[in-house]
């Protein structure tokens, strides 16, 4: 299976920050890759899919970069709202596998 | 508005059985692949099961292959995880996901609340 390496695991911020997480696949994923937000007690919401393609509905602050085997999430000015854990996801296969996720809080 | 809705969910003796169903609507549901990802409390989230739009191609976690069976019912909007030889380490939530297309590759693009299972003598 493709294991997906996320970093951090997590990140303190604050209100206007502009943060990043890395995810790294362990082989070639030809940019499958997806990122979701959730919230506790939540169900996971799609952000970003093929490394960078923004979902509709999702504000432009969130960004995708990145090419096998390095992939980033960035938010740039951190919102209030921006507060929750983050997975990253390849799904080059059907077996379809996730990052550790990476929680980020308030500073 | 495409809403997924599971059921099913509670708390079960290891080695019991237990059926999950997610309810579907907005959407074609017979055109899209549907997808089982659980999450166990406090984890991260692993994808469990998967099935073509049609039923004819199936997929399975290492962890629950030959325990757990995934089918549907395009009639009725339906999508299922029998779940057999339970085991404490399945205790999860079970969140029924949407494929984004009905052919590989495909991401997970709407997902229901989630039911939570949880296996405990």
């Known amino acids: 299976d493709i294991q997906m390496t996320q970093s951090p695991s997590t990140l303190s911020a604050s209100v206007g920050d502009r943060v990043t997480i890395t995810c790294r696949a362990s082989q070639s994923i030809n940019n499958w890759l997806a990122w979701y937000q959730q919230k506790p007690g939540k169900a996971p919401k799609l952000l970003i899919y093929?490394?960078?393609s923004l979902e509709s509905g999702v504000p432009s602050r969130f960004s995708g970069s990145g090419s096998g085997p390095e992939f980033t999430l960035t938010i740039s000015n951190l919102q209030p709202d921006d507060f929750a854990t983050y997975y990253c996801q390849q799904y080059d296969s059907y077996s379809q596998t996730f990052g550790q996720g990476t929680k980020v809080e308030i500073q | 508005e495409v809403q997924l809705v599971e059921s099913g969910g509670g708390l079960v003796k290891p080695g019991g059985s237990l059926r999950l169903s997610c309810a579907a609507s907005g959407f074609t549901f017979s055109t899209y692949t549907m997808n089982w990802v659980r999450q166990a409390p406090g984890k991260g989230l692993e994808w469990v099961s998967s099935i073509s739009s049609s039923g004819s191609d199936i997929y399975y976690a290492d962890s629950v292959k030959g325990r757990f069976t995934i089918s549907r019912d395009n009639a009725k909007n339906s999508l299922y995880l029998q779940m057999n030889s339970l085991r404490a380490e399945d205790t999860a939530v079970y969140y029924c996901?949407?494929?984004?297309?009905?052919?590989?590759?495909?991401?997970?693009?709407?997902w229901g609340q989630g039911t939570l299972v949880t296996v405990s003598s």
């Open positions: 996901a949407r494929g984004s297309t009905s052919y590989i590759p495909y991401y997970f693009d709407y």
């Open positions: 093929k490394a960078s």
